[in-house]
């Protein structure tokens, strides 16, 4: 029997929404959520389309994940604390393996992140998933892309390259051994936004990104914002032992500084403050404009839509 909307959403979503500032959840025409004394709402939304974002097949519980992860990393690249998202889904049938796997990956996301789901929308057509993340931030304080001075060390979390030497594995492009095959699909399918990362960064670092579209391009916007240079050594970039072991070590370090995907944040700190275990220095960030990385790449290698 084909599922109504109404069952669907109280099925699959309406268990997936407590959460310490929410006053009321999934079922009324709006959510209500509370932010404390002191506090603004921050609030960033992403959408992915099937066969752009993700390839066709990919698992539902994966999918539901990495949407959640994908828009928690804004707030992660701001140092909001998440207090709840909405979604938009839009289905092309009322697929009830397919919802409750989806539901499974949301659920997981929705623990890790204590990001509740407190309300969204669901529509039929091509496959389809946004989710709109809210946060809260200190009135006075925010990590911004435009306060990046010369002198700032240029730091990242985690390693780089990670997603798309994913995805040329997927395009049979590239055969690691099936320990990093295991590896790279699991940083593409199930991306950790940086949440605790980001807290800890506030009031820390001077600029902070999350890196979607790759290392250059994402480095590119702190350039842009903060009117510095970012000077980045390619030598110091972190590479995960799968990336280590491709045969071409210049191909390994082209996905590090282009690909896209990976959610990782890329901040600068004033001289004098300590980088958060995990994270790596690149760079620096001196006077002038743009970014430098001592080789002829193509800037723009992120994913561009138009
Ligand atoms: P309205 O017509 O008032 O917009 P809907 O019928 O779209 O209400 O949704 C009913 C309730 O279910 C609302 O609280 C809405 O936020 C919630 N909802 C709808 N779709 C989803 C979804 N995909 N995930 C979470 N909550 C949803
Ligand atoms: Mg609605």
Known sequence: MPLDEFTLIYRYFSALGRGEAVDLSVGDD?????????????????????????????????????????????????????????????????????????????????????????????????????????????????????????????????????AAAALAVLAGDWRPEPGHVEYLMDRFNRPVARIELGLALLGVASAAIDISDGLLA???????????????????????????????????????????????LLFCLPAGATAPPGCTRIGRVEPGSGVDCGLDIDIAGGYRHF
């Open 218 to 264: 994402d480095a590119g916007h702190i350039a842009d914002a903060s009117g510095v240079l970012l000077r980045v050594d390619p030598g110091l970039l972190p590479l995960s032992a799968a990336l280590l072991s491709h045969p071409d070590p210049d191909q390994a370090r082209r996905w590090a500084l282009t690909g896209g995907d990976d959610y990782e």
């Open 30 to 162: 709006c959510a209500i959520l509370r932010l404390a004394a002191g506090e603004r709402l921050a609030t960033s939304v992403d959408t992915m389309v099937e066969g752009v974002h993700f390839p066709a097949g990919t698992f539902p519980e994966d999918i539901g994940f990495r949407a959640v992860s994908v828009a928690a990393s804004d707030l992660a690249a701001m140092g909001a604390r998440p207090i709840g998202m909405t979604l938009a889904l839009t289905l092309p049938a009322a697929d009830e393996l397919w919802l409750h796997a989806f539901s499974q990956g949301l659920a997981a996301a929705v623990a890790r992140y204590r990001l509740p789901l407190v309300g969204g929308d669901t529509t039929r057509g091509p496959l389809t998933i946004t989710v709109q993340v809210l946060g809260a931030l200190p009135v006075d304080r925010a990590l911004l892309r435009g306060g990046a001075a010369p002198g700032d060390a240029l730091y990242v979390s985690g390693c780089l390259g990670d």
